[in-house]
């Protein structure tokens, strides 16, 4: 009996509700009628730039091993490590004793074989004794003593090690009283007029980065503002194990505060295009095979609505897109808000942002 009474309410119900002419409740969101409160912004052409960062080291132009060009004992290091020298100056000498004796014993015999030269021809010319032959063997002999001596001479110039350039004497390979030989590395001595970044950039910006362009850069480890580089040397091969191409940034001449193999941040411009229109990546959406925005127009009535538009995009960096097609200037996008709009909705305009807000 009490589920017949049940019955009778639940149908008692149902014929009033009809006759008093209200409409049953909608499930969801697509309600007629209901209205969208959202933010606009002005559609203005402005400048897209996108860049790149990559990191590199420090290195400068003149970091050498010095090698010896002769035999011997270090005999003396004429500055200590750390020291900046001049171009020219003496950084370290090897002993010339023996050298000095075989230069002594080339000297006598030069000057033997030259008068043994000088008396055969004499005497050949004058007299017409002994032979042409016998002349020219002593000139010869003369010619490779008097070589071998000029040789020696060299070795003895060798012997002091100067600076190539203006430098600082990084590291002694060799201390006084060690022995080095021909070709052996002695002392590190690394240049500080010139500094530059070197990094490599992915293959796939080859075609837009290109040397003279400028470069911002920066250490992590130091407190300084970001530097500004120009691109001075650009790789014209891959590396086939990173698949990276080689450039060099020089750096400001007036730091002096550069380490050699210090690790810089680069920011690399990788595309620049002036006069178009740019659209934060979060208020475009994708229905299916294309990408659609809202943008702001009026009704019949005068009112606000949503306009749903199909866009086609360019390049992108970080959250802003280029939108080739689609948008017009002066326009006004839908930003906050745009996610709850289908073609049509009635807006409820919050605010409305210039065209020197980018994106939100």
Not at 130 to 146: F, P, R, T
Not at 148 to 175: C, M
Not at 233 to 251: A, H, W, Y
Request: glycine content about 6%; proline content about 3%; some cysteine.
């Amino acid at each position: 009996m009490k589920k017949f009474n049940l019955i009778l309410i639940t149908v008692f119900a149902a014929f009033i509700a009809a006759c008093s002419g209200e409409a049953p409740e909608v499930a969801g969101d697509e309600i007629v009628g209901k209205t969208v409160n959202v933010e606009t912004r002005i559609l203005e052409p402005s400048t897209f730039r996108s860049q790149l960062r990559v990191v590199g080291n420090v290195e400068t132009k003149n970091d050498i091993m010095i090698s010896a060009e002769v035999g011997g004992r270090i005999m003396e290091q004429t500055v200590s490590e750390g020291t900046r020298v001049r171009k020219g100056q003496t950084i370290l000498r090897i002993d010339d004793a023996k050298l000095m004796q075989e230069k002594a014993q080339l000297e006598a015999a030069t000057a033997q074989a030259r008068e043994n030269y000088e008396r055969l021809q004499r005497v050949y010319e004058e007299s017409g004794i002994g032979s042409e032959i016998d002349v020219l063997n002593a000139k010869y002999s003369y010619q490779q003593s008097k070589s071998a001596l000029e040789s020696i001479k060299v070795d003895l110039e060798n012997t002091t090690i100067s600076a190539p350039f203006d430098g600082t004497v990084e590291q002694y390979v060799l201390e006084e009283g060690e022995m080095a030989s021909p070709g052996m590395q002695v002392v590190r001595l690394i240049g500080t007029n010139t500094y530059i970044v070197t990094a490599g950039v992915p293959a796939r910006y080859a075609d837009v980065v290109l040397s003279g362009d400028e470069v911002e850069v920066w250490f992590d480890t130091q407190d300084t503002d970001t530097l500004q580089g120009t691109i001075s040397f650009v790789g014209n091969s891959i590396d086939p194990q990173s698949r990276t191409f080689r450039i060099e940034v020089l750096l400001p001449v007036q730091q002096k505060n550069y380490k050699v193999d210090m690790i810089a941040n680069l920011r690399l411009s990788t595309l620049m295009e002036e006069n178009v229109l740019i659209v934060s990546e979060e208020f475009i959406y994708k229905e299916e095979n294309e990408f659609i925005t809202y943008v702001k127009t009026e009704n019949e009535d005068g009112d606000p609505i949503a306009e749903r538009r199909v866009v086609v995009l360019g390049p992108s960096f970080r959250s802003d897109v280029i939108i080739r097609n689609g948008l017009n200037p002066g326009e006004e996008l839908i930003t906050i808000g745009s996610a709850f709009l289908n073609d049509g909705v009635k807006l409820n305009i919050v605010e409305t942002h210039g065209s020197d807000l980018a994106s939100n």
